[in-house]
């Protein structure tokens, strides 16, 4: 058996040790030990209490009532917890009780937070209660230290998004009522990139600072004014009942105007500021924190977007929109596996014979229900989605397989089929071994391919693209520039890209042939192709008279409804025999059903 003496080693051998060991623990405890009897009058007290509660001597408390040492406050709940013991009311002879972050009273009348607890013993048949009284005053700074922290941003002093999301719960699950609206909206500064690129990040963080001043004062009262990530800022407001959101909204975009009117003066620069706002009604259009968030973050790229330096309010239209958008996204995915895309085939017209030599191969979605969504209205979406990869897969792999089909046709063999490729795709570091794999499976020569990369592709993300393009080159495949002239790119881009044709959007035939500036336009676009070595096709060509302009302006190819809509394979192939046989430009426009 194990004896006593073994589990407790230390443990004292005489009685007198034993309670000089005690009283050593009793007055080195880092807390006060305070024990009253159930008068509540003090009966003992440890050193640390003295320390604590400023007093000199034990005597000045010992015989004390225990309201010597508390807030006035609490006095009264604690005459109410001793009743309650006293009276027999909770008979455990553990823990009795916890008091936390209550105010304790010093000698000297100030207050200073404590946590407390407090056990009981009975002694003579007498009952006693002990309590141990924690300084909690360094842990509450510290405390509030993390907490401002946590739920505040350390460059403005202002709320975060933390507390945002705080008030959010608050105003939308309940403490409001049920009538109350509110307008959340996200905030930006437009100048920022300009500040942080001409002055450095430090400056620019000084320009955040004082923005978040002024408009922390301009926008109360607010249930919330806080900062989000760089250089955005929240406000959540009410709207007063009888205004409409849109009525605040503009109330608070002149506030905001009119607070930032005044440039702003840091080290010797002299700035002036505007922001961007968007936001939503809510509960009206969100009622869950994370979506009315969400929400905001949209009405706020729209404004960035088409409401520069002013406030846009997200509608119930766009929120509809969303919703619809992320119905289509699920729709998408089943469709990728339902096998409801299949390819269709535009045929591109050599303007010198008439032959076609060349399609684009466009993508179609037929649904179960025989519904047909076009690829303007689920590219985008699959785009954002990072769905276009699995469609861009989907096409490429039915385009090889049609090549791989015509490869031993005299005639079809002759094809160069267009395939267009998706940003997402190009930035996929392994696109360029998933093609040339690809083309190795299939065993198919790549100068049987072109891909369309619009001009917005290449233009927004230059470095990578245009590497990825220039090995895809390097393999063999040519490149095209679609949609040419609707982007934002400078035409320094035709110096730096490495392709071989340029489609030229059919925005450039609106008013050609009819317009002589409109064909002075389409011309010299024609021209300056040309002498960059690209050839041209130009794209969206409906009518004779456009044919027979563009024929004059000795550009390559032609595509668009009057040669020949997009069509299934089997028709396709049809159309390039007998445009094989006949070469010459048809007479009239294909009438076949559009696809
Ligand atoms: P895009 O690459 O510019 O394709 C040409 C679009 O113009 C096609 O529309 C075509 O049907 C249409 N078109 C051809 N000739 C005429 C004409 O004479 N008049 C008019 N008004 N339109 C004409 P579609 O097939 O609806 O495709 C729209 C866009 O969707 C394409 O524009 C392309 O950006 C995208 N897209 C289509 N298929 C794919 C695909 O497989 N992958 C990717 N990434 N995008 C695709
Ligand atoms: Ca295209
Ligand atoms: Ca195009």
Same mark, same amino acid.
């Given at each position: 058996?194990?004896?006593?003496?073994?589990?407790?080693?230390?443990?004292?051998?005489?009685?007198?040790?034993?309670?000089?060991?005690?009283?050593s623990?009793?007055? %080195?405890?880092?807390?006060? #030990?305070?024990?009253?009897?159930?008068?509540?009058?003090?009966?003992?007290? %440890?050193?640390p209490?003295?320390?604590?509660?400023?007093?000199? &001597?034990?005597e !000045?408390?010992?015989?004390?009532?225990?309201?010597?040492?508390?807030?006035?406050?609490?006095s009264?709940?604690?005459?109410?917890?001793?009743?309650?013991?006293?009276?027999?009311?909770?008979q455990?002879?553990? #823990?009795?009780g916890?008091?936390?972050?209550?105010?304790?009273?010093?000698?000297?009348?100030?207050?200073?937070?404590?946590?407390?607890?407090?056990?009981?013993?009975?002694?003579?048949? !007498?009952?006693?209660?002990?309590?141990?009284?924690?300084?909690?005053?360094?842990? +509450?700074?510290?405390?509030?230290?993390?907490?401002?922290?946590?739920?505040?941003? +350390?460059?403005?002093?202002?709320?975060?998004?933390?507390?945002?999301?705080?008030?959010?719960?608050?105003?939308? /699950?309940?403490?409001? $009522?049920?009538?109350?609206?509110?307008?959340?909206?996200?905030?930006?500064?437009? +100048?920022?990139?300009?500040?942080?690129?001409?002055?450095?990040?430090?400056?620019?963080?000084t320009?955040?600072?004082?923005?978040?001043?002024?408009?922390?004062?301009?926008?109360?009262?607010?249930?919330?004014?806080?900062?989000?990530?760089?250089?955005?800022?929240?406000?959540?407001?009410?709207?007063?009942?009888?205004?409409?959101?849109?009525?605040?909204?503009?109330?608070?975009?002149?506030?905001?105007?009119?607070?930032?009117?005044?440039?702003?003066?840091?080290?010797?620069?002299?700035?002036?500021?505007?922001?961007?706002?968007?936001?939503?009604?809510?509960?009206?259009?969100?009622?869950?924190?994370?979506?009315?968030?969400?929400?905001?973050?949209?009405?706020?790229?729209?404004?960035?977007?088409?409401?520069?330096?002013?406030?846009?309010?997200?509608?119930?239209?766009?929120?509809?929109?969303?919703? +619809?958008?992320?119905?289509?996204?699920?729709?998408?995915?089943?469709?990728?596996?339902?096998?409801?895309?299949?390819?269709v085939?535009?045929?591109?017209?050599d303007?010198?014979?008439?032959a076609?030599?060349?399609?684009?191969c466009?993508?179609?979605?037929?649904?179960?229900?025989?519904?047909?969504?076009?690829?303007?209205?689920?590219?985008?979406?699959?785009?954002?989605?990072?769905?276009?990869?699995?469609?861009?897969?989907?096409?490429?792999?039915?385009?090889?397989?049609?090549?791989?089909?015509?490869?031993?046709?005299?005639?079809?063999?002759?094809?160069?089929?267009?395939?267009?490729?998706?940003?997402?795709?190009?930035?996929?570091? /392994?696109?360029?071994?998933?093609?040339?794999?690809?083309?190795?499976?299939?065993?198919?020569?790549?100068?049987?391919? !072109?891909?369309?990369?619009?001009?917005?592709?290449?233009? /927004?993300?230059?470095?990578?693209?245009?590497?990825?393009?220039?090995?895809? &080159?390097?393999?063999?495949?040519?490149?095209?520039?679609?949609?040419?002239?609707?982007?934002?790119s400078?035409?320094?881009?035709?110096? $730096?890209?490495?392709?071989?044709?340029?489609?030229?959007?059919?925005?450039?035939?609106?008013?050609?042939?009819?317009n002589?500036?409109?064909?002075?336009?389409?011309?010299?676009?024609?021209?300056?192709?040309?002498?960059?070595?690209?050839?041209?096709?130009? !794209?969206?060509?409906?009518?004779?008279?456009?044919?027979?302009?563009?024929?004059?302006?000795?550009?390559?190819?032609?595509?668009?409804?009057?040669?020949?809509?997009?069509?299934?394979?089997?028709?396709?192939?049809?159309?390039?025999?007998?445009?094989?046989e006949?070469?010459?430009?048809?007479?009239?426009? %294909?009438?076949?059903?559009?696809?």
């Open positions: 058996m194990t004896s006593p003496k073994r589990l407790f080693p230390m443990q004292a051998e005489t009685l007198e040790e034993q309670v000089e060991r005690l009283e623990v009793f007055h %080195n405890s880092h807390d006060a #030990i305070v024990t009253m009897n159930n008068r509540s009058e003090i009966v003992s007290v %440890n050193k209490t003295l320390t604590i509660f400023g007093y000199d &001597s034990a !000045e408390l010992v015989g004390q009532r225990i309201e010597i040492l508390m807030n006035s406050n609490h009264e709940h604690h005459a109410r917890y001793v009743a309650e013991h006293i009276n027999g009311h909770r455990e002879r553990e #823990i009795m916890r008091l936390r972050r209550i105010h304790a009273a010093k000698k000297d009348g100030s207050l200073f937070p404590v946590d407390i607890h407090v056990s009981d013993y009975e002694f003579d048949g !007498e009952r006693y209660f002990v309590g141990f009284v924690r300084d909690m005053t360094g842990i +509450q700074e510290t405390e509030a230290r993390i907490h401002k922290s946590l739920f505040y941003d +350390q460059l403005t002093g202002l709320p975060n998004k933390e507390t945002l999301n705080q008030s959010l719960e608050t105003v939308l /699950n309940g403490e409001f $009522d049920e009538s109350a609206r509110f307008l959340l909206m996200e905030i930006g500064i437009d +100048q920022m990139r300009a500040i942080n690129t001409t002055f450095g990040m430090k400056d620019g963080n320009v955040i600072r004082l923005v978040g001043e002024r408009l922390a004062q301009a926008l109360v009262p607010a249930e919330f004014v806080g900062r989000g990530n760089g250089d955005r800022f929240s406000g959540l407001f009410e709207i007063p009942s009888g205004m409409s959101a849109e009525a605040l909204a503009e109330d608070i975009r002149d506030r905001m105007r009119a607070a930032l009117s005044d440039p702003f003066e840091f080290g010797a620069a002299r700035v002036s500021i505007s922001v961007t706002a968007g936001g939503l009604e809510i509960p009206r259009l969100a009622t869950d924190p994370g979506l009315a968030i969400r929400y905001a973050d949209m009405a706020y790229y729209e404004a960035k977007k088409t409401h520069r330096g002013e406030v846009y309010l997200l509608s119930s239209d766009d929120v509809e929109r969303v919703l +619809q958008t992320s119905a289509l996204v699920h729709q998408i995915r089943d469709a990728l596996q339902m096998q409801e895309f299949f390819p085939f535009q045929p591109k017209i303007l010198a014979t008439g076609c030599r060349a399609a684009e466009l993508i179609r979605w037929r649904t179960q229900e025989g519904r047909m969504i076009p690829p303007g209205l689920f590219i985008p979406v699959a785009e954002s989605a990072d769905l276009i990869e699995g469609i861009g897969r989907f096409i490429f792999l039915e385009s090889c397989a049609a090549v791989q089909e015509w490869k031993t046709d005299p005639v079809l063999s002759k094809v160069k089929l267009a395939v267009n490729i998706s940003p997402k795709q190009l930035e996929r570091p /392994n696109f360029v071994d998933f093609v040339s794999n690809t083309l190795e499976t299939f065993d198919i020569p790549p100068s049987c391919l !072109e891909f369309e990369i619009t001009e917005t592709t290449l233009a /927004n993300n230059p470095r990578v693209t245009f590497a990825t393009v220039a090995t895809l &080159s390097e393999m063999g495949i040519s490149i095209s520039i679609d949609d040419f002239g609707t982007g934002q400078s035409l320094g881009m035709l110096r $730096d890209v490495v392709a071989s044709r340029a489609k030229v959007d059919r925005a450039f035939l609106e008013g050609v042939p009819h002589e500036k409109s064909n002075r336009l389409l011309r010299n676009i024609v021209n300056l192709m040309r002498d960059m070595n690209l050839s041209v096709t130009v !794209e969206g060509i409906e009518t004779a008279e456009v044919a027979d302009f563009v024929k004059t302006l000795r550009c390559s190819e032609g595509q668009g409804y009057f040669f020949a809509r997009p069509m299934e394979k089997t028709d396709f192939e049809a159309f390039v025999r007998d445009s094989a006949l070469p010459k430009l048809p007479a009239a426009a %294909n009438e076949g059903g559009r696809i």
